[in-house]
Each structure stands twice: as structure tokens, then as C-alpha cells.
């Protein structure tokens, strides 16, 4: 695709519920990140995918996060018994590889979660 | 860890004028990038304009330019003939190089810019 794609734009969720988020990124892009961004804050890092292999994942902020890309290219992040504090967008973010400088880092629309 | 500071959460400016956003941070490291992304109402963080640690000369892209004063860990960004299309979230961001795993950026909270015609 054109640009990386992020679906849902929108999820609402009641507290407890699952979710997963899809990012699709920019094809033949080897590298992938997932970020949350609390309202009016910075993004903050959560994880890293070069290629299916998840390669950091220290920025998750639970074992109730859990991200995946089985097949280096879609990625889904799944949030379990979601509680308050995870209501963020969630942007993804790909680059054809783990050399910065010269393939900068695409970001997709996010998905906005809101959960009651 | 690296941290990234925007001390400044909102600035107005009017249309044709320039403005600067200061950014300060804060890494051990010697070898790093840093960034300024504008993120408009749409969400779709883009990539405004980047400065490599190792080089002196200050990056300029169009009416965008920086101002990197390495020994103070300083980053500040100036728009020149501010546009309404400039109005958005302004974030810095830093990277530490890392061969063979993900680089991924540190971003300070944000600057919000109002561009007023």
C-alpha cells in the first residue's frame, strides 16, 4: 500500500474486554514498532518487529499486551482485560530497516482506544 | 535511559512570522539522532526535519530549521513564514543507533502550535 494502515481508527471497549489492533505496513518493509500515546502526551515505545521476529519488547507496559507479525507483515497488538489506563492512541510505525538514517520511520493514523 | 523535554506546551504565532520551539534532552550516548515531527489533527506523525549528532552544520529543510548545540543537549526548532498548514502538535524526538535491533525514538511531550492568520 501507499501508506501504513492502521485499523480500527476508532475502538471502544468495556473494562475486562479483549482487544486487537491491525497495523499493515508500507510493503517490504522489513522493521515495525507500536507506540501508545497517552492524550497530550509524547508517544512512548512498546515494541519492535525486524522482519517476524519481535526483538523488543520492553516497552510493554504488562503481560496483558501482547504483540505479534507471524508472517513479517501485518502486525496485531492485543490488549487482554483491558482496564482504564489503556484508553491511548496506538500508533504503528514501519521502516525498510533498522538503519534510521536513511529509511525513516512511517507512521499509520493510529487507532484510538477508548475504554469505559 | 534517554529522556526528551519540551518546555513549552503551547505557542501562537502569526501567519508570515517565525517561531521557535526549544527541545532539551538528556543521554550518555555519543553516537544518536534527533528528530522533529509534526503530528496535525489527523494523528499521522511526519517527519519535519532530522539533525545527526556527528555533524556540526545545522540541518535546514525549506522553512524549517534547527539550531543543535550538542554540548548543551539542545535541539530547537524555528518555522519560518509560519503557514496556517503549520498549525499541529510539534514533537522532538531522539534516537539512540542501534546496529541490528529496532531504533526506536524517545519523544518529549509536545508543543502545540497555533499559526493565526
Known amino acids: 500500500g501507499a501508506g501504513v494502515s492502521q485499523s480500527p481508527r476508532y475502538k471502544v471497549a468495556k473494562r475486562g474486554q479483549d482487544v486487537a489492533l491491525r497495523c499493515d505496513p508500507i510493503?517490504?518493509?522489513?522493521?515495525l514498532f507500536w507506540y501508545q500515546q497517552a492524550l497530550g502526551q509524547g508517544p512512548e515505545f512498546l515494541t519492535y518487529f525486524q522482519n517476524e521476529a519481535q526483538l523488543d519488547k520492553s516497552g510493554l507496559p504488562s503481560d496483558r499486551f501482547f504483540a505479534e507479525r507471524p508472517e513479517g507483515s501485518v502486525s496485531t497488538l492485543k490488549i487482554q482485560r483491558t482496564q482504564q489506563e489503556d484508553s491511548a492512541v496506538y500508533l504503528c510505525?514501519?521502516?525498510?530497516?533498522?538503519?534510521?538514517?536513511?529509511?525513516?520511520?512511517?507512521f499509520g493514523d493510529g487507532t484510538r482506544l477508548s475504554i469505559l | 535511559a534517554q529522556t526528551v523535554t519540551q518546555s513549552q506546551p503551547e505557542m501562537s504565532v502569526q501567519e508570515a512570522e517565525t517561531v521557535t520551539l526549544s527541545c532539551t534532552y538528556d543521554?550518555?550516548?555519543?553516537?544518536?539522532?534527533l528528530f522533529w515531527y509534526k503530528q496535525p489533527p489527523s494523528r499521522q506523525m511526519i517527519l519535519v526535519i532530522r539533525q545527526e549528532a556527528y555533524k556540526q552544520q545545522n540541518a535546514t529543510e525549506n522553512r524549517f530549521s534547527v539550531n543543535f548545540q550538542k554540548a548543551a543537549k539542545s535541539f530547537s526548532l524555528k518555522i519560518s513564514d509560519s503557514q496556517l498548514g503549520d498549525t499541529a502538535m510539534y514533537f522532538c524526538?531522539?534516537?539512540?543507533?542501534?546496529?541490528?535491533?529496532?531504533?526506536?525514538?524517545?519523544f518529549g511531550g509536545g508543543t502545540r502550535v497555533l499559526v493565526k492568520p
Open positions: 524526538a531522539f534516537m539512540k543507533l542501534i546496529k541490528a535491533a529496532g531504533n526506536k525514538l524517545t
Open positions: 510505525a514501519s521502516s525498510l530497516a533498522g538503519d534510521l538514517l536513511n529509511q525513516p520511520q512511517h
Open positions: 510493503s517490504g518493509h522489513v522493521s
Open positions: 543521554t550518555s550516548e555519543n553516537n544518536y539522532y
